[in-house]
């Protein structure tokens, strides 16, 4: 994967509290076995209507909206388990998710497929609705380095939490293999020692 440091992107704002993982990526595409595809039915029932056609009104048929951060209500990812819902984020091209909360199963999915979820207060995250309300080119930058989260309009930025050993696979470009390998002299020293 590639490594994880700072990203300055353009937003899109989805400002609707209590999304849950079936509205993520309907149940009915669950049948694949792979991570491909997903990314096209992101928000599907929400994106189409019945025949097929894009619903105008939706934030990502908006094409004044676009970027690698998907700004979200509070409470993201509620619902099943499925880690399907993380890959359809991918998929479709984000590298951050940001909102005041998180569902656990759905968070540590999401950093599991290199999707970073960032938690910011509920003052914080209405300010950035509100920006980008006003002008679609505003930026965020999102420094995992300083865990940090900048609203590039307005100046204000507040810290995240992240677990340090995901932060560190992040940083490095790591999955859980990869992050092994990396320690292969220290697991080989602790072997011969013991």
């Not at 300055?8 to 849950?20: A, F, H, M, R």
């Not at 908006?62 to 509070?74: D, M, R, T």
């Not at 204000?156 to 092994?180: A, M, Q, V, W």
């Amino acid at each position: 994967m590639d490594k994880f440091n700072t990203i300055t992107s353009k937003v899109v704002p989805l400002p609707i509290e209590n999304v849950d993982t079936d509205q993520i990526i309907p149940a009915r595409f669950l049948k694949a076995t792979t991570k491909e595809g997903f990314g096209d039915n992101l928000f599907r029932d929400w994106r189409f209507d019945s025949n097929g056609e894009p619903v105008k009104s939706f934030v990502l048929n908006n094409p004044a909206y676009s970027g690698e951060i998907l700004v979200a209500g509070k409470n993201f990812g509620s619902g099943s388990s499925r880690e399907h819902a993380a890959w359809a984020i991918a998929g479709y091209g984000f590298k951050v998710v940001v909102s005041s909360f998180f569902a656990d199963i759905f968070k540590n999915n999401a950093m599991n497929n290199f999707v970073l979820p960032v938690v910011v207060s509920d003052e914080f995250l209405a300010e950035i609705f509100e920006t980008v309300g006003k002008d679609p080119n505003v930026t965020l930058t999102v420094n995992l380095e300083t865990q940090t989260v900048t609203n590039d309009a307005t100046g204000k930025s507040e810290h995240f939490d992240i677990n340090p050993y995901k932060r560190e696979c992040f940083l490095n470009g790591f999955d859980d293999i990869d992050y092994l390998l990396s320690k292969k002299e220290l697991i080989e020293r602790f072997e011969r020692e013991r």
